[in-house]
């Protein structure tokens, strides 16, 4: 299994940005797929999952302003992040859901 996030970027507060994860070595069309964040000093946290027949749910924090989205073709998982935050910066993994294993995480830093 290997998960490789990108997208990540440092980003003023109010912008957007599009995260990607390339997953492998997995049913990728038949797994729920999962978001998750870790900012820095706290217990990392769920964001978001996407589950194969396109049913989504998001923490209350992040519901309205970030969609999942999932390409089983390619076997890619996207996290749409609008209306940024400060307290959106963390380092944010994607996983598939059940799974113990993480992809290093894409950095987003949300500051002025």
């Known amino acids: 299994v290997q998960l490789v996030e990108s997208g990540g970027g440092l980003v003023q507060p109010g912008g957007s940005l599009r995260l990607s994860c390339a997953a492998s070595?997995?049913?990728?069309?038949?797994?729920?797929m999962t978001w998750h964040r870790q900012a820095p000093g706290k217990a990392r946290e769920w964001v978001a999952s996407?589950?194969?027949?396109?049913?989504?749910f998001y923490t209350g924090s992040v519901q309205g302003r970030f969609t999942i989205s999932r390409d089983d073709t390619n076997a890619t998982l996207f996290l749409q992040m609008n209306s940024l935050k400060p307290e959106d910066t963390a380092v944010y993994y994607c996983?598939?859901?059940?799974?113990?294993?993480w992809g290093q995480g894409t950095q987003v830093t949300v500051s002025s």
């Open positions: 996407m589950f194969p027949g396109g049913a989504t």
């Open positions: 070595g997995f049913p990728f069309d038949e797994a729920i």
């Open positions: 996983q598939e859901a059940g799974s113990t294993t």
